[in-house]
Structure formats: structure tokens, C-alpha cells
Nanobody
Framework: QVQLVESGGGLVQPGGSLRLSCAASGSGFGTYTMGWYRQTPGAQRELVAQILSIGETIYADSVKGRFTISRDNAKNTVDLQMNTLKPEDSAVYYC?????????WGQGTQVTVSS
């Protein structure tokens, strides 16, 4: 019974910044691998950034140098700081948590980058 709730999405101009946050319920958050994924209509959901329980991070090539994923295990949260946003970044962003063979998803939050 793990619930992930995203917040922080919205409309932003190209070159702007946005910070997404994901709050997790329950216990054991510090043992999860956490990630942010995004999806546009008709496309497959793709990994944007991932952070392991030990703190190591992975980023998609398209966002390296612009996005930063972080986690606060004391607060059961994972954030995605998005800078220098581009129209190509527009998508529904989903928070994901994994532990063992179990996977949990948030409901998604819309990010639109447009003038």
C-alpha cells in the first residue's frame, strides 16, 4: 500500500525552470530505487532520471546538465529540478518507486513548455 503523489507541474516558458516533487507514503522509502519518467501521447514512457537507495544517479542524455534528481529519506520525498526547459521537455511526468519485484507509480503531473 504505497502511494506516490507528484506536484509542481505547470506551464513554463522555454528557458525557464520548474521543480517537481514526489511524496511517498508508508515505510521503507530509503530502500527504494526512485525515478522520474515522462510520456507524451502516442509515445512510450521513458526514464528521465533515477536515484538509487545509495544515492547514485542516472540521467537521460537529453536532460544531462539541466535536470537534477534528489531525495530526502527523512521526508520520504524525491525531487526533480528542471532548468533550461525546452519545448521537447513537455510531457506528463511520473514518479516511480521500485523495491525488489514491486513497482509503484504516481498519477502523473503535466509539464508544458511553451511561449
Amino acid at each position: 500500500q504505497v502511494q506516490l503523489v507528484e506536484s509542481g507541474g505547470g506551464l513554463v516558458q522555454p528557458g525557464g525552470s520548474l521543480r517537481l516533487s514526489c511524496a511517498a507514503s508508508g515505510s521503507g522509502f530509503g530502500t527504494y530505487t526512485m525515478g522520474w519518467y515522462r510520456q507524451t501521447p502516442g509515445a512510450q514512457r521513458e526514464l528521465v532520471a533515477q536515484i538509487l537507495s545509495i544515492g547514485e544517479t542516472i540521467y537521460a542524455d537529453s536532460v544531462k546538465g539541466r535536470f537534477t534528481i534528489s531525495r530526502d529519506n527523512a521526508k520520504n520525498t524525491v525531487d526533480l529540478q528542471m532548468n533550461t526547459l525546452k519545448p521537447e521537455d513537455s510531457a506528463v511526468y511520473y514518479c516511480n518507486g521500485k523495491r525488489g519485484w514491486r513497482t509503484y507509480w504516481g498519477q502523473g503531473t503535466q509539464v508544458t513548455v511553451s511561449s
